[in-house]
């Protein structure tokens, strides 16, 4: 027999071998709680809590935990400050200097005194909102802002511009637009560019006041001032004229006696008065002289027998 015919046999004969066939094993069915915790390992939200927030949790704790221990407190409080002075002694960190770009000499002392800066100062010591919030404090400035730049603390004002003079209980302000106090000075000279108003009040009422002062602009130097009465409308003060405005609508009166002023000069007659406060009829009151004049041609009339 060749040993190919051998090799042949051999396969065939293994092949013929009998195959142990082991019986197939019975599967258990899951239990209602496997099943159910199965599903609920599906859900997004229960993994997120065990993978996650539960970790987490136990995290914050222990931190928690150890935060209530003084001597872990103090060590972590310690290693801060040690750090933290580090850290703000870098010259990068040191202001060397103020500069306040705009503004008169005067406003910038004010702000240099009130914001009592002990130079070098490390930027970390200073808190830049809280010298906002003292250098929008002063009367003169309507905003500020404070920022650090290489060694600098750079304060931007914008200043309060006066717009009137206020003398108020033998006081004497200046107010910006809106009524608010700008500084003080000692007599109304100091700024007598500015128009005046007179009167408790008269701070509160600067819409009007502006827009009245627009109205005689045309009179010029003639115009002394306004007088707030009772703090509820306006006398306006000219040189041998007052006039009276009512409560409401002062600006349109004062309109109407501009346009009799145009029409018949008014102002410029033996006048001393003009009461517009009844919308219905104009008072005129005579200055003395004509009230001399008038009773003596009264006197004169009656006289004659007329």
């Known amino acids: 027999m060749s040993l190919v015919a051998e090799r042949r046999d051999m396969v065939v004969a293994h092949d013929l071998a009998p195959v142990k066939i082991e019986p197939k094993r019975k599967e258990r069915p899951p239990s209602k709680l496997g099943y159910r915790l199965e599903r609920l390992w599906l859900t997004h939200w229960f993994r997120a809590l065990v993978q996650v927030w539960m970790p987490l949790f136990a995290l914050l704790l222990a931190i928690y935990g150890g935060w209530q221990s003084p001597t872990v407190s103090g060590w972590v409080v310690a290693q801060y400050q040690a750090l933290r002075t580090t850290v703000a002694a870098r010259p990068e960190l040191m202001v060397e200097q103020v500069e306040i770009p705009v503004g008169s000499a005067d406003l910038q002392r004010q702000i240099l005194g009130i914001m009592a800066l002990e130079l070098p100062v490390s930027v970390l010591d200073t808190d830049l909102a809280a010298l906002r919030a003292t250098v929008e404090g002063l009367a003169a400035v309507k905003s500020a802002s404070v920022r650090f730049e290489d060694g600098v603390l750079e304060v931007v004002i914008v200043e309060r511009v006066p717009a009137m003079v206020w003398r108020s209980l033998n006081r004497i302000y200046l107010l910006d637009e809106g009524g608010i106090r700008v500084a003080e000075v000692p007599r109304r000279m100091v700024r007598a560019d500015l128009p005046l108003v007179v009167g408790e009040g008269a701070d509160k009422a600067m819409p009007s006041a502006r827009e009245i002062f627009d ?69 005129l009151r005579l200055n003395e002289d004509a009230l001399i004049a008038l009773r003596g041609a009264r006197a004169r009339l009656n006289g004659d027998g007329v």
């Open 215 to 283: 109205i005689v602009a045309p009179l010029g130097r003639r115009v002394l001032g306004l007088v707030r009465m009772g703090e509820r409308r306006w006398d306006v003060v000219l040189k041998g004229n007052v006039v009276m405005l009512p409560a409401m609508g002062g600006p349109d009166a004062m309109r109407q006696v501009m346009a009799m002023q145009a029409a018949n000069n008014v102002l410029d007659r033996d006048v001393s008065l003009i009461d517009m406060r009844d919308e219905n009829r104009v008072i």
